[in-house]
């Protein structure tokens, strides 16, 4: 039995060694993304990624900037469903950083933008229910952002999208 043992000293040994170094490389990692500042509101945590510094700058000359975090717009209001999105965004932010294989420029994927919409009733519904016809849930919908696109991060201009400086006809380098 004492041959048994130290048998599976080395196996134990080296298990523990890769163990350590997996949790000592995934909290530096964690450390180093500041990963903590994506279980706040701050916005500023959004721009903590060089691809949404755009989307930061231009939040804060938007219409909203004072009433409104990024937060308030991009995610379920409900504790849950709040921290399931953020959960899931972080996973595919941090697999497309990592992998670097995420569309250019960023774009609202699908559910995301059934979270905006949401969210843009919820404060507004009052006033648009008659012409949006209540959540959104269906297709076919008003969407807000089809006519109020610079409400959130105010003039469109640098946040990507086909009026993007090195899309424009002759400018392409």
């Not at 008659?130 to 201009?157: D, F, K, M, R, Y």
Request: aromatic share 6%; glycine share 14%; proline share 3%.
């Amino acid at each position: 039995m004492a041959t048994r043992s130290r048998a599976a000293l080395p196996a134990l040994t080296l298990l523990g060694v890769l163990a350590g170094v997996l949790l000592g490389v995934g909290a530096y990692t964690f450390h180093f993304a500041e990963g903590l500042s994506y279980l706040s509101s701050d916005p500023a945590a959004c721009a903590n990624c060089h691809i949404m510094q755009s989307q930061f700058e231009s939040w804060q000359k938007s219409s909203h900037h004072a009433v409104a975090k990024c937060v308030d717009c991009h995610l379920p209001h409900d504790f849950i469903g709040k921290y399931i999105a953020k959960a899931e965004n972080g996973y595919h932010h941090s697999r497309g950083f990592t992998f670097q294989d995420f569309h250019e420029p960023i774009m609202i994927k699908p559910k995301n933008a059934g979270i905006l919409q949401d969210n843009c009733l919820a404060c507004h519904g009052d006033l648009v229910h008659e012409l949006v016809g209540g959540v959104n849930g269906g297709t076919g919908e008003v969407q807000c952002v089809h006519c109020h696109s610079g409400v959130g991060h105010g003039e469109t201009a640098g946040l990507g999208g086909p009026g993007r400086a090195d899309e424009i006809e002759g400018n392409a380098s």
